[in-house]
């Protein structure tokens, strides 16, 4: 329970949806250039995530690389908050290992899986069923931080800000449970 819990709290971020879309375009002024521009960039940075992840998880055990990669993940949002779309960029590249956060806990909740007799079809059902009903939850919930946000506190960044608590959140679970 306490892995589906970690994954919810890490996947979250990924599942915001159009939210960010309008957000680059209302507060950032960014073009449909600029943002496929950076959605190609983030695509590279995934790919390196993940090449990179899997070797660290080896050398550093399942507990230390999803800190190292959940605080990783803070970067990015705590940069948009702070200085914007660029900040948001920087924070992405430097925390690349934030794009595969996850990879920690997969290898856990399948360590987990094999130990309890569970198979492994079975779990990767129940992960996409799970990350399905986070792309339903995400942008729902992101759209409503975004314009109360904005509505009530003057702020845009709420999402982001959001997105640092749940990466503390996460850091905090996986140190305690893995």
């Given at each position: 329970?306490?892995?589906?819990?970690?994954?919810?709290?890490?996947?979250?971020?990924?599942?915001?949806?159009?939210?960010?879309?309008?957000?680059?375009?209302?507060?950032?002024?960014?073009?449909?250039?600029?943002?496929?521009?950076?959605?190609?960039?983030?695509?590279?940075?995934?790919?390196?995530?993940?090449?990179?992840?899997?070797?660290?998880?080896?050398?550093?055990?399942?507990?230390?690389?999803?800190?190292?990669?959940?605080?990783?993940?803070?970067?990015?949002?705590?940069g948009a908050s702070l200085f914007?779309?660029?900040?948001?960029?920087?924070?992405?590249?430097?925390?690349?290992?934030?794009?595969?956060?996850?990879?920690?806990?997969?290898?856990?909740?399948?360590?987990e899986g094999a130990k309890s007799?569970?198979?492994?079809?079975?779990?990767?059902?129940?992960?996409?069923?799970?990350?399905?009903?986070?792309?339903?939850?995400?942008?729902?919930?992101?759209?409503?931080?975004?314009?109360?946000?904005?509505?009530?506190?003057?702020?845009?960044?709420?999402?982001?800000?959001?997105?640092?608590?749940?990466?503390?959140?996460?850091?905090?679970?996986?140190?305690?449970?893995?």
């Amino acid at each position: 329970r306490v892995l589906a819990l970690l994954l919810m709290v890490q996947s979250l971020p990924t599942f915001m949806g159009d939210t960010f879309q309008i957000l680059a375009k209302t507060e950032w002024n960014l073009t449909t250039k600029g943002f496929s521009s950076f959605v190609a960039m983030f695509g590279i940075i995934n790919i390196a995530a993940n090449v990179v992840g899997s070797q660290m998880v080896v050398k550093l055990g399942i507990r230390k690389y999803t800190a190292l990669a959940t605080l990783s993940a803070a970067l990015s949002p705590l940069g948009a908050s702070l200085f914007s779309f660029r900040g948001l960029v920087v924070g992405a590249i430097l925390g690349f290992l934030g794009s595969a956060q996850m990879l920690g806990v997969t290898a856990a909740l399948v360590a987990e899986g094999a130990k309890s007799d569970v198979s492994q079809g079975k779990l990767a059902g129940e992960r996409s069923s799970f990350l399905a009903l986070m792309k339903v939850i995400g942008p729902i919930w992101y759209s409503m931080l975004y314009v109360k946000g904005k509505k009530f506190l003057g702020v845009s960044s709420l999402p982001f800000l959001f997105n640092i608590m749940l990466g503390m959140t996460a850091f905090g679970i996986s140190q305690y449970y893995l």
